[in-house]
């Protein structure tokens, strides 16, 4: 019984996310601080102490600070792989963290709570008799915990912020039709706004311009593309790249490695897992 985790404790003055990302694991983080709003899979919550976020793997986010003086987190990552060896019929863990992405508060006692949980994760070290098996036990019980509020709480609701409400529906547009032609001009004339508004309004409410929310979608639909079985070529034109060099060059650049390479990587990480 040794499960991979990383688990760390993050704080930092003056804090802002300069980029989105995204993780090739599942993402749990337990803000403990109020630092603005958090944009994931084309919704914008509210980001506050006590607020616990799980993520899927590859979900494109970003957060949004507004005068954080101390952004204080803890981030949790984890495989697939390891919620189907933790999960039993009457506990089923994969199940209960199926969503893309799941929000709820948590009050004090059970922030104070939680937090306990985190740091037996974090803490527990060493290369003793029964370190490893006290290790995997303490991540064990933290998910069991962190499962039962995302059970028993409800979704926090998304944030009420007009300029999002407004571009609701260009999100969903550019999420359906990834591989027809996306630009600004296009977008503004569809949704009757004016260019440089939409543009202004897009990047305070997200975190990122018009064009870098398409590139890095397309980017994460073409590896979603690669790991059913298309080829390189192929997983980019349906993701949308008119140019299978651009496409290349662009997907090196945002996941870290080329599409070829990734796709082998997947192919041998589901062969071992067998």
Not at 29 to 56: C, E, V, W
Not at 194 to 206: P, V
């Amino acid at each position: 019984m040794n499960f991979k985790f990383t688990l760390s404790l993050n704080q930092d003055n003056e804090w802002f996310m300069d980029r989105h990302h995204f993780h090739e694991n599942i993402e749990v983080l337990l803000s403990l601080s109020h630092a603005g709003s958090f944009f994931a899979d084309g919704q914008l919550f509210p980001l506050k102490r006590g607020t616990l976020i799980l993520m899927q793997n590859t979900l494109l986010h970003k957060t949004i600070a507004h005068e954080c003086e101390l952004y204080k987190r803890y981030v949790l990552h984890f495989s697939k792989d390891v919620l189907k060896k933790i999960s039993t019929p009457q506990s089923n863990l994969t199940e209960v963290m199926n969503s893309n992405v799941k929000c709820v508060h948590l009050n004090e006692t059970e922030l104070n709570r939680l937090i306990l949980h985190f740091e037996k994760s974090r803490t527990e070290a060493g290369n003793g008799f029964g370190c490893d098996l006290r290790r995997s036990i303490s991540f064990v019980e933290l998910l069991l915990e962190i499962s039962t509020h995302l059970t028993d709480k409800e979704n926090t609701t998304a944030t009420d912020n007009p300029d999002f409400n407004r571009l609701d529906p260009v999100i969903k547009y550019i999420n359906n039709h990834l591989d027809e032609t996306l630009n600004l001009d296009l977008l503004s004339k569809r949704f009757f706004m004016n260019k440089y508004h939409l543009s202004r309004i897009f990047k305070s409410a997200t975190g990122f311009t018009i064009m870098d929310y398409v590139i890095n979608t397309r980017v994460l639909k073409a590896r979603e593309y690669l790991r059913y079985g298309h080829s390189v070529q192929e997983a980019g034109e349906l993701a949308g790249f008119n140019s299978n060099a651009h496409f290349i060059r662009t997907f090196g650049k945002i996941s870290g490695q080329s599409p070829g390479k990734y796709m082998k990587a997947y192919r041998k990480n589901m062969s071992d897992s067998k």
